[in-house]
Structures are given as structure tokens and as C-alpha cells.
């Protein structure tokens, strides 16, 4: 069954230079992804597929293993799974197994403005 890539609560997407930020993501307990953070909300978030690994199954289990900057550090241990995967540009969402109060993290100062 295909799962909505829609979220209940507000994306906060990042701004454009903030896009570079690197950051690694574990799925399955294997493969490592280097990955770019698009949006964030307090239920998981929007990643890009930097790297040149095939793309992540939906359903996977994902851990994120670390950040290039260090207000990013509160994603990092943040545990979910590939709720959705678009091959055609390289993205894939990920939906958090516990909520982030997104705005109470130096994330927020990151955001772009506006939400989606």
C-alpha cells in the first residue's frame, strides 16, 4: 500500500544555502547515506540523496548518524523510517518514530522563511 507523503504539522524548509549541509543517514542497520536536509517538521523530515547509492526501499528503518553543522545536532540519534522514496529526484521523506519540537532547536534558525 503507498503511503501519503503529506505531513499534519508544518514543514519548515531550509534556506537555500543551508541545502549544502551534509548529513549521514543509516537504513536498515547497513547501508550509510550521505544526505542534503530540505525540510524538517516535527515529524520527520525531507531528504535529498547525495550520494550515489541506489535508493532507499520504503519502509526501511533509518537512523540518523550525524550532521555536518552542529545545529543540526538535534537529528542526530533520531530513529524512523522511509515513508516515501521519488527516484526521479533523488528524494525520500522520513517520519520520525518520536516527535522533534522542531522550533525549540537550533535548527530554527535555519529555516527559510514561511512554511510549506
Not at 2 to 24: D, H, T, V
Not at 85 to 105: C, H, I
Not at 106 to 112: N, T, Y
Amino acid at each position: 500500500m503507498a503511503l501519503s507523503n503529506r505531513r499534519n504539522l508544518p514543514r519548515f524548509p531550509m534556506r537555500r544555502r543551508e541545502r549544502g549541509f551534509i548529513g549521514y543517514v543509516r537504513v536498515d542497520q547497513g547501508q550509510l547515506y550521505r544526505v542534503r536536509v530540505l525540510d524538517v517538521s516535527d515529524q520527520g523530515c525531507r531528504l535529498e540523496n547525495s550520494g550515489d547509492l541506489d535508493m532507499p526501499a520504503e519502509g526501511g528503518r533509518v537512523q540518523v548518524e550525524g550532521m555536518s553543522h552542529e545545529d543540526f545536532g538535534a537529528l542526530v540519534g533520531m530513529r524512523g523510517y522511509v515513508r516515501w522514496v521519488r527516484p526521479d529526484t533523488g528524494q525520500f521523506g522520513v517520519q520520525f518514530d518520536d516527535p522533534l519540537e522542531v522550533a525549540e532547536t537550533p535548527l530554527a534558525s535555519h529555516f527559510a522563511k514561511g512554511k510549506v
